[in-house]
């Protein structure tokens, strides 16, 4: 098992479309999570970090649910340019500080 | 003017050739790491460095080695590159106390 897993997708939604992304996580002792954008080619760039009683910036939700150890990402009023793959990041403190990176979810907005 | 640079950002190469992919950054970090990517798979740590006499191998080291010359500057060598290698790589940085990592371009990599 995979110790971040993410669906794949492609989700393809139109324009203005509300859209979530789960992100399951394997180790009950991780500390700090985070959401990472990452365009074709390009590398991945912090996008939000997530806490634990949930945060907003702008049309970006992110929640975390500890006792089910999954993470989740809304986009309200999808736009094309949000158009990337969306990288599900966990830290485990102890395991040396290192940071576990989720296969992405691919998200196409369409006109 | 980017604060981690890769070189080279593409290289093709053949079995058996020694390569070498290098790695700087303006950031005042002390802390570097090199992953590699494949489609799917999510970014895979190779090495990482906490300080410039911190070598640590990460969850896939065989078949690479690492080099760090400076607080700056970070090497991944491959000493005979094989197929299996062909992938995305990706040097990162982070300071000493925060989870946030920054990731260079990336540089693509084929073996033939």
């Known amino acids: 098992r995979k110790e971040v897993e993410q669906d794949p997708g492609p989700f393809n939604v139109p324009e203005g479309a509300t859209v979530a992304f789960n992100c399951t996580y394997s180790n009950s002792a991780s500390q700090s999570f985070f959401w990472y954008r990452q365009d074709c080619r390009k590398e991945p760039k912090l996008l939000m970090s997530?806490?634990?009683s949930g945060n907003e910036d702008g049309r970006f939700t992110a929640q975390l649910n500890r006792a089910s150890q999954y993470i989740s990402l809304l986009i309200r009023d999808s736009k094309l340019s949000d158009s990337a793959t969306y990288l599900c990041v966990v830290n485990a403190h102890n395991a040396g500080n290192m940071l576990t990176f989720g296969g992405g979810t691919r998200l196409m907005v369409k006109p | 003017d980017a604060d981690v640079t890769q070189t080279p950002r593409n290289r093709i190469t053949k079995t058996g050739k020694r390569i070498m992919l290098e790695c700087s950054q303006t950031k005042g970090h002390d802390r570097m790491y090199w992953y590699r990517q494949d489609p799917g798979l999510g970014l895979q740590l190779i090495y990482y460095?906490?300080?410039?006499?911190?070598?640590n191998k990460g969850e896939i080291s065989d078949g690479y080695s690492v080099s760090r010359q400076a607080q700056a500057k970070f090497s991944l060598s491959l000493e005979s590159a094989i197929p299996n290698q062909t992938a995305l790589y990706f040097c990162?940085?982070?300071?000493?106390?925060?989870?946030?990592?920054?990731f260079g371009p990336g540089t693509r990599l084929t073996v033939l």
């Open positions: 997530v806490y634990s």
């Open positions: 460095s906490f300080d410039v006499k911190d070598i």
């Open positions: 990162a940085t982070s300071g000493d106390y925060t989870d946030t990592q920054y």
